[in-house]
């Protein structure tokens, strides 16, 4: 199995040359080209998820918005459709995870996450989430990924974890997913299998210069084997598809 995380940057006036009609078409290049079974997409807003419907083929996008206006973003799913899709929803990171635009007081926006029981064509079943976790408070970002691991707790399918998570390899909230502190579900990141990964950014910030931070992760429970993992640096002339790279990994579960 090939998974990604791909945060798509949302379309905005003030990034003028990078604006999601600059790039979209690169955006399709990287998900035609790395055939991945499952993508966990973030920052996705109507009119990107209109344009990705009308031109990819092969995948079923799942995913609510995370309110109720036509510029709230989504974090989608893009399924292979050679998966079988036995469940889904979208939560909130909030104590009313079923409360549209609902959020924690101390976090600027609301936050989400989707989530699926996805069937693969010899049976075998993977819980899958997508997130993307606060980009200003780490009091935020924690309880966030708290509400995450309450709902995946007590799971007894294998879990693929993925986002934007807005923190370091070093920071607290990895750290702390890593060691167990949080939960006692075991997830582990599959930089892990290459940890030369963590010393390269996977948010440029369109400046195509190699420098930023190290902030969206893959973490996968433990039936899960990791085979390889590498951040995609897909360019064409030094245009990028987003400020964020993607990462990617080849999995098998056991």
Not at 1 to 26: A, G, K
Not at 86 to 111: A, H, Q
Not at 188 to 215: A, C, W
């Amino acid at each position: 199995m090939r998974v990604m995380t791909f945060n798509l940057r949302r379309d905005v006036p003030i990034d003028f040359n990078d604006r999601w009609n600059t790039r979209r078409s690169l955006i399709y290049n990287v998900i035609n080209e790395y055939k991945c079974d499952i993508i966990g997409a973030q920052e996705i807003k109507d009119n990107m998820l209109n344009d990705i419907k009308e031109n990819i083929e092969g995948y079923n996008i799942i995913g609510a918005p995370r309110g109720k206006k036509v510029s709230s973003e989504r974090n989608s799913l893009l399924i292979s459709r050679n998966y079988l899709i036995e469940d889904y929803k979208t939560f909130w990171l909030s104590e009313t995870p079923d409360k549209i635009g609902s959020r924690v007081w101390y976090s600027y926006l609301p936050r989400i996450c989707t989530t699926a029981i996805l069937q693969m064509d010899n049976g075998r079943r993977v819980r899958v989430c997508n997130t993307h976790l606060d980009n200003l408070l780490p009091k935020a970002r924690m309880y966030g990924l708290k509400k995450i691991l309450e709902f995946i707790e007590n799971e007894k399918l294998p879990v693929i974890l993925m986002g934007d998570f807005n923190d370091r390899p070093n920071s607290k909230l990895i750290k702390s997913l890593k060691e167990g502190k949080i939960s006692s579900k075991k997830l582990l990141p599959v930089q892990d299998v290459n940890m030369g990964l963590y010393n390269e950014s996977t948010i440029g910030n369109f400046k195509r210069s190699g420098k930023g931070l190290h902030i969206d992760y893959i973490f996968v429970s433990e039936e899960i084997d990791v085979v390889n993992a590498e951040i995609i640096k897909y360019n064409v002339n030094g245009k990028y598809p987003s400020d964020h790279y993607p990462l990617m990994a080849d999995i098998v579960i056991n």
